[in-house]
């Protein structure tokens, strides 16, 4: 029979020293295992923050850089409309100077007589061709009633000359035109429902309307925007 022999305290301290020494090698292994995965863990948390915080930064400097661009361009798109506004209310400006002075020239007309009385007798008979009726009246201003009276004599004898025929027209002195008018005539016909506006006034807002086109080419230039063209 094998006989169990008892172990000295030296033996026992020396066995306790190693199971001592493998126990603290395994708890430094575990810890270092620990940390190396808490270590990993930390660096996956921080760069999934950091790419969280750069994501965020990256949208909001986008945001404010498109609220920046839009409110650029709405700036810029106001201020080119206010200066287009300023030129487009100067060039009228011009052009209202420019038709006023020459409506102020038209009156200025009526002062020669002579020459008032031929304008006359020609818008006179520009009525009656066009109208082509047997009686017309003519109105005119009461200042010109003597010219117009003239003018409407020499009128009847140019349509007869080349219509080879004869018009009956009087001076409508109960329908007179405005004192503050122009000058110039109106012919009527049709029984008083066909009115031939032939005065100064008149005659310059149709050439305000129709050449207007022309005269701001002539003082601005061409519109290069302009596409199409009457």
Known sequence: MSQIHAMSDDQVAGELKK???????EALEKAKEIQIKADEEFAIEKSKLVRQETTSI??????????????????????????????????????????????????????????????????????????????????????????????????KEDYKTNAKKGVAVELDEG???????????????????IDINNTFDERLKLLESDALPMVRTTLFGKNENRRFYD
């Open 58 to 155: 990256d949208s909001q400097y986008e945001k404010k850089f498109k609220q920046a661009s839009m409110s650029q361009q709405i700036t810029r798109s106001t201020l080119a409309n206010k200066t287009r506004l300023k030129v487009l209310t100067a060039r009228q400006e011009l052009l209202d100077d420019l038709f006023d002075k020459a409506s102020k020239k038209l009156q200025s007309y009526a002062e020669d007589k002579d020459k008032y009385q031929d304008i006359c007798k020609k818008l006179i008979l520009e009525g009656l061709y066009a109208l082509n009726e047997e009686k017309v009246q003519v109105r005119a201003r009461k200042v010109d009633y003597n010219v117009v009276k003239k003018s409407i004599e020499d009128a």
């Open 175 to 193: 329908n007179p035109l405005p004192e503050g008018s122009s000058g110039g005539v109106s012919i009527v016909g049709g029984n008083g429902k």
């Open 19 to 25: 199971m001592t020494a493998f126990i603290r090698q």
